[in-house]
């Protein structure tokens, strides 16, 4: 039997290599949706680590940091935020349909 | 109002409908600008006892990197509470509710249980120094007080 694929349709869902239940602390959106401004998850909308272990939104941290409230401090710990170079790597599982 | 703060706000509230920690209801959240909160202290505490004291939270669009105002308001019921940091009107001086000590996990859930705590803990049954001349002359609105957060022991 031939069969001829006329056209497929692709789907791919975005995981963050992290535990599952970990929501940005700022937005209180899981890590694998995007931050509030964001409409696609992935690397337009990255994940930020602080040296101090805590992870954010990378758009949310950053609203944060540029207050004068935030006085460089870390929302969770109140430790100076210092970002450790990118730990997470991300994984794209993709599905295609027929 | 920004997305930002809405989207924030609507995560809150449905976890706030999922269940709140004892002795703090939701009242109302009809929209994403002013929310009203029931709280009441859990131990024995003389002062507080049989009393259930009503919050009422603001938001700006800017909320969660701004802190919400947060203030108690009086009822025929809903009495405000006496403590040496909240002002017969309601006003409360707290730290964490002005822009020196917010931060942004910071939600609604976690004011109210540190206004609980702020009550529970508390032994003075007595108003802030001033508080007849601060609520007969204060126009401002709390967050443009500038409180000075001095007195550490309550």
Request: glycine share 6%; aromatic share 10%.
């Amino acid at each position: 039997m031939k069969v001829n694929i006329t056209r497929w349709d692709t789907v791919a869902t975005w995981r963050w290599d992290i535990p599952e239940d970990d929501v940005c602390g700022i937005c209180q959106v899981h890590f694998d949706g995007t931050c509030p401004t964001c409409k696609y998850p992935g690397d337009d909308c990255r994940l930020l680590s602080g040296k101090c272990g805590h992870n954010f939104h990378m758009h949310c941290i950053m609203t944060w940091i540029k207050q004068d409230a935030a006085k460089g401090q870390c929302p969770m710990c109140r430790q100076r935020f210092e970002w450790a170079d990118q730990p997470q790597e991300s994984t794209v599982q993709t599905e295609a349909e027929e | 109002m920004t997305s930002f703060a809405s989207k924030r706000l609507a995560k809150e509230l449905s976890k706030l409908k999922n269940g709140l920690p004892p002795g703090i209801d939701l009242i109302s959240a009809d929209n994403f600008e002013e929310w009203l909160m029931d709280i009441r202290v859990l131990d024995d505490n003389p002062i507080y006892r049989g009393e259930v004291y009503r919050l009422k939270f603001r938001f700006s669009p800017q909320y969660p990197i701004e802190p919400p105002e947060v203030t108690f308001i009086k009822q025929s019921d809903r009495p405000i509470p006496t403590h040496p940091h909240i002002y017969s009107n309601g006003i409360i001086c707290l730290d964490l509710l002005g822009s020196q000590g917010w931060s942004p996990v910071q939600n609604v859930e976690t004011v109210c249980m540190s206004l609980q705590s702020m009550l529970t803990g508390n032994s003075k049954n007595e108003r802030p120094p001033g508080d007849e001349e601060f609520v007969r002359s204060n126009r401002k609105r709390p967050r443009d007080i500038d409180f000075y957060y001095d007195d550490n022991t309550v």
